[in-house]
């Protein structure tokens, strides 16, 4: 079972590939429309047997057409800076040593931010530039690290460089992966291209064929998802909130009431909760649950247990919530501040209507990413050939601490547009800390730190207007709730 998967994951899990940033080729959508796949295999089948039988359904199901070939892809070129080469030759070496991450260091200052440490031995720079490729470099890279150094041999070196996202915290202090390669060991990392090795989709369907009209029968949808075993208690009083939600389980300890229903019934956690007492946010409770060993798992947590997918998880956990602690809650429209996007003098660019729709996490194809000179800026997302429609659709998901429900577009823009748009988080606005987003995207929308909010990064950016207006927005209200839970 795999569910919310975009043509790209699917053909990324058939054909085994590393990720869907090796799927080339192929229509616009590849990455937007996505579905659930539900499907039984035959006892004792192999993973390998697996992924054959979902690429035959994909070109059963979609007519998908592809084969391996290569792509001329962006990729960062490792090259020899122009002060030259700072390593140290390994004697007799064979270029074939290992990596290994040191514990983090700090500067001279007591309140210096840790530098993560890459301590090499016997490396070349065509394995090194691997090694970078495999980590990200530290979240820093988005794409593939070619060596282009025409320099062999083995050598012996330690890369000292700040995280990503404590570059903000490190200010002027800080360093970055590309500036530490070029002090430390005399290397540069250019974005350019390279030919990738990859799949090249030539053709599928967004609309794949019906489901057979009897499938309820041959395969009947399978039972709610429940947990095997699950207590709830109140925390000791000196109990300190710790835990983890993953895998197949629940395990948390001084945990408030709220949180948990924010959880359950997915809310943006800064949502008030209608018609819900005051100790909600202050009485702590532990929660431990385990999911049942008969739930279909959908993958592995690595740690030899299965793993079952968020949304069941959510469900199970909000049934038990309802039952233990007698919750009656229903969904209601009631007027909510809310946002609608309107143009006021657009500066995005128009889409070639060829290229992939999507937004994701980071830099685009020209690697430019203003969290590296300007840290306060640490939230960044690049959409390519999105309609403003689509992009609306993931306002609340980029930006949730400022958009609390969906966003109305009204800019009259059509077809899809490329941009970049960089903000600053909730906790890097001090005007903000304590109380609601601004009423207007210019009242206390910046600070003096340099801090960027998401409704002036909307205007001074992308060109556009987040207006701000009461409008009906389903909320979840709750009728009944008891202070403590029913027994174990």
């Known amino acids: 079972m795999v569910r919310q998967a975009t043509l790209a994951d699917l ?21 937007w429309d996505r579905w659930d796949v539900i499907a039984k295999v035959p006892p004792g089948t192999t993973e390998a ?13 979609f007519k998908l057409e592809a084969h391996n070939g290569e792509a001329q892809m962006p990729a960062y070129w490792l090259t020899v800076a122009p002060g030259g080469l ?43 530039a691997q090694t970078l490729t495999n980590n990200r470099g530290g979240e820093y890279l988005q794409y593939p690290v ?14 000292k460089f700040t995280p990503m996202y404590l570059l903000s915290r490190a200010g002027g202090g800080g360093i970055t992966i590309f500036d530490a390669l070029e002090k430390d060991l005399g290397l540069k990392l250019e974005l350019k291209t390279a ?41 000791a009083p000196d109990e300190k909130p710790g835990g983890r939600i993953a895998g197949d389980e629940i395990n948390v300890r001084a945990w408030p009431l709220k949180y948990a229903i924010d959880f359950a019934w997915d809310l943006n956690a800064n949502e008030e909760l209608e ?19 008969d739930v279909v798992a959908e993958g592995s947590t690595g740690q030899g247990r299965p793993a079952i997918a968020i949304e069941d998880l959510r469900e199970m956990l909000k049934t038990l919530l309802i039952d ?32 992939r729709t999507g937004c994701k996490e980071g830099p685009g194809s020209d690697g430019k990413d203003p969290r590296l000179t300007r840290p306060i800026l640490n939230m960044l997302i690049t959409c390519r050939n999105v309609t403003m429609a689509q992009a609306v659709e993931l306002f609340p998901t980029f930006a949730a601490w400022y958009i609390r429900y969906p966003v109305l577009d009204k800019t009259g823009l059509t077809g899809g547009w490329d941009f970049t748009l960089s903000w600053s988080s909730g906790n890097f606005m001090p005007s903000f800390q304590g109380q609601s987003p601004p009423a ?17 990064a909307v205007s001074k950016e992308l060109g556009l207007k987040l207006v701000k207006e009461k409008r009906p927005e389903p909320v979840v209200v709750f009728d009944h709730i008891d202070q403590q839970p029913t027994p174990n």
């Open 275 to 293: 018609g819900a007492p005051n100790w909600l946010g202050s009485d702590l409770f532990d929660v431990e649950a385990k999911v049942s060993t």
């Open 86 to 128: 700072k390593l140290k030759q390994t004697p007799g070496g064979t270029g074939n040593g290992e990596c290994h991450g040191k514990p983090s260091t700090t500067g001279p200052e007591p309140d210096a931010v840790p530098l993560t440490t890459l301590s090499c031995t016997n490396k070349s720079l065509a394995a090194l």
């Open 440 to 456: 207007s995207q210019t009242e206390g929308a910046s600070d003096p730190n340099g801090a960027l909010s998401f409704y002036d």
């Open 49 to 61: 047997t697996a992924k054959e039988m979902l690429k035959s359904l994909l070109e059963e199901r």
């Open 11 to 31: 053909i990324t899990t058939a054909y085994g590939l590393k990720d869907s940033s090796y799927v080339y080729g192929g229509p616009s959508w590849l990455e």
């Open 324 to 355: 233990r602690f007698e919750i009656k809650a229903h969904m209601e429209d009631r007027p909510k501040d809310a946002y609608t996007l309107v143009t006021v003098n657009s500066k995005m660019t128009r889409a070639d209507p060829t290229e």
């Open 146 to 159: 070619v060596d282009k150094t025409e320099t062999t041999g083995a050598f012996d070196f330690d890369l």
């Open 195 to 235: 030919p990738q090795p990859g799949l090249l989709v030539d053709s599928a369907n967004e609309t794949p064929t019906p489901n057979a009209p009897d499938l309820a029968k041959i395969m009947p949808p399978l039972p709610p998802a429940q947990f095997e075993v699950a207590a709830i208690k109140p925390s």
